[in-house]
């Protein structure tokens, strides 16, 4: 690869990394690798004490070696001092809270980039809606999204995402920023559509682990992937999303592979939620969270609000939240009333 494809260190300030899950300290691995000064905000002290004796962060990426250039620091002001770019990745139900704290360390001009992938439950916002009710349009923002398990990146497996920003140059900057020979980057302007897609995708995983909890084969599967698609797309031109970018990467990209590896924690909620046991029993035995299952909240609501008709969505929400069992919601989504299947995808385009 050229310089000019992949830029030095020097033509970029340093990068704060706000978030130590398996996702944040992946990209503080990625960034420290091109040399890149990272610093990364850590708010368990359980992993904190870990990453600083041993570089190793052994609940969220456990056997991963990270880079001794890594700075670790529980403090935003020392995080944030003189950083460039502020990779948020925390989860989406504290992002609000998180954007509060850091507001009075956002050195003037940084770039606001996230790597969560959810909605907020009471406003029904994007986190780019978040950050504007927040910060204004103090801050360029961007979004990382797409088809992307933190260890495979991490083992440096070839992987593919999508940089979102509503300025063409700030894209691109990050897109060069990000990009390594196993690590490619596209740009895209359309934040709305790559934030609707990352998130929307975990709803569905949780509908799709259900399937195979019931030993289920792989029709049903692709019927669900499928009609996802076609739910997230109907959902997202309401929004004011481009279409093609559900079609992309971090959308049908994201969908499939949450939809379809048990890697994924969304995946593994609705497995076990097929395979009988209950969202509580499921919540008490993780360490990590699966964004879907506040995002099925959320994504629910507003679609009620704005009439947007989600069938799997409502499905899933039930399943969580109502006791409907995964059998019965398959029941009732096969009896559904009989439709034409362009005018069923395209019905509020």
Known sequence: MTPKQFPKPLDYGPVAVIGAGSWGTTLAQLL???GMPVRL????SEVYNSLCRKHINHIF????LLSSQIIYTQEFAAALQGASIALLAVPSHVFRNVLQQLRLHLPPGIVLVSATKGIEIETQLTMEGVVREELGIAFPYAVLSGPSFAREVAQKQPTAVTVACRQQNIARRLQHLFSTPYFRVYTSFDVTGVELGGALKNIFAIGSGCLAGMNLGDNP?????TRALAEMTRLGVRLGANPMTLMGLSGVGDLTLTCTSRTSRNYQVGFRLGQGQTLPEILASMKMVAEGIKTTQAVHSLAQRLGVEMPLVDTVYRILYEGLTPREAIKKLMSRELKDELEAMTETW
């Open 41 to 44: 905000w850590v708010f368990e």
């Open 61 to 64: 990426l456990p056997g991963v």
């Open 32 to 34: 420290a690798d091109k």
């Open 221 to 225: 599967r692709a019927a669900l992937i």
